[in-house]
C-alpha cells in the first residue's frame, strides 16, 4: 500500500470511528425511550384489564401471583415470516407483599393467534403463579410448557375455576376476549432494553431478585400494581 493509500485508509477509519462515537448515545437515548414508552403503555393495558369487568377472575387472583408480565401489544407476523410476539415487561412482587419491583423487559414469540380473535395484535397479561415460574424467568430463555406449565384465564363475569398451573395468562384484542394460544411460546430476556432503562448492564435477578437498580418512570406502573393487588 503506498503512502496516499494509507492516508486515505487511516482517513475513512478515523471518520468511521467518531461516526460510531458519535452514534452511540442516540442509540442509547432511543433504547431509552423505547423503555420508557413500553412502560407507559405497560401501565395502560394492566388499567385497562382491571377496568374490564371481563377479567373478574383476573382481579381476584392477582394478589396471588409472585409476578406479572404485560404485553402491551403482541403482533400476527407476515405468511412469509410467520409466528408472532412482542416486547413488554416483567414486574414482581416482594416477599412481604407490601411493594412491586421495577419492570425487567422481555420479548414473547411464536404465539398462535386463535380463531376468536378479532385482529392481528393482542395484550397479554401473564400471572406467573408459582416460585418455578419466577425460577424460569431468570434464565436467558424459557419456552411456555416445557420449561413452565401455562393455562389460559377464564374470562367473563363471574367466572371462577381452578386452574392450576405455572403461569396463567390472558388477552384481548380490540377490548374482547383474544384466543391466544401461547403453548411453546418463548421468552427471552431483552438485555439491550434493561441496559438502556437503568443505565448499565444489569440481568433480570439484579432487577427483581437483588433490586439493584431503579427508575423513577416506573413509578406509576408499580403504585397501580399495588392499588389492584391489596
Not at 485508509?9 to 467518531?18: G, M
Not at 408472532?84 to 398462535?112: E, I, N, Q
Not at 388477552?171 to 418463548?186: D, R, T
Amino acid at each position: 500500500m503506498n503512502r496516499k493509500s494509507l492516508c486515505v485508509a487511516i482517513s475513512v477509519a478515523l471518520t468511521l470511528s467518531a461516526w460510531i462515537l458519535m452514534s452511540a448515545p442516540a442509540l442509547a437515548a432511543s433504547d431509552a425511550d423505547e423503555a420508557q414508552a413500553l412502560v407507559d403503555k405497560s401501565q395502560i393495558t394492566f388499567n385497562s384489564f382491571m377496568r374490564d369487568k371481563e377479567y373478574g377472575y383476573l382481579h381476584q387472583n392477582i394478589a396471588k401471583a409472585k409476578a406479572v408480565l404485560i404485553y402491551p401489544q403482541v403482533l400476527k407476523a407476515g405468511f412469509i415470516l410467520g409466528g408472532s410476539g412482542g416486547t413488554g415487561v416483567l414486574v414482581m412482587r416482594d416477599k412481604d407483599k407490601k411493594d412491586w419491583t421495577d419492570p425487567a423487559f422481555y420479548t414473547l414469540g411464536s404465539v398462535t393467534f386463535g380463531l376468536q380473535i378479532g385482529g392481528e395484535a393482542a395484550e397479554v397479561i401473564m400471572l406467573a403463579m408459582t416460585q418455578k415460574a419466577v425460577d424460569t424467568l431468570f434464565s436467558n430463555s424459557m419456552k411456555l410448557g416445557p420449561d413452565a406449565s401455562i393455562a389460559a384465564g377464564p374470562v367473563g363475569a363471574g367466572a371462577k375455576a381452578n386452574i392450576v398451573a405455572d403461569f396463567i395468562s390472558f388477552a384481548k384484542s380490540k377490548g374482547a376476549y383474544a384466543g391466544l394460544n401461547l403453548e411453546g411460546s418463548v421468552l427471552d430476556v431483552r438485555d439491550s432494553l434493561n441496559k438502556a432503562y437503568y443505565g448499565k448492564d444489569v440481568r433480570p435477578v439484579d432487577i427483581l431478585a437483588k433490586r439493584a437498580v431503579s427508575n423513577p418512570g416506573a413509578k406509576g406502573l408499580r403504585d397501580d400494581l399495588l392499588k389492584a393487588s391489596k
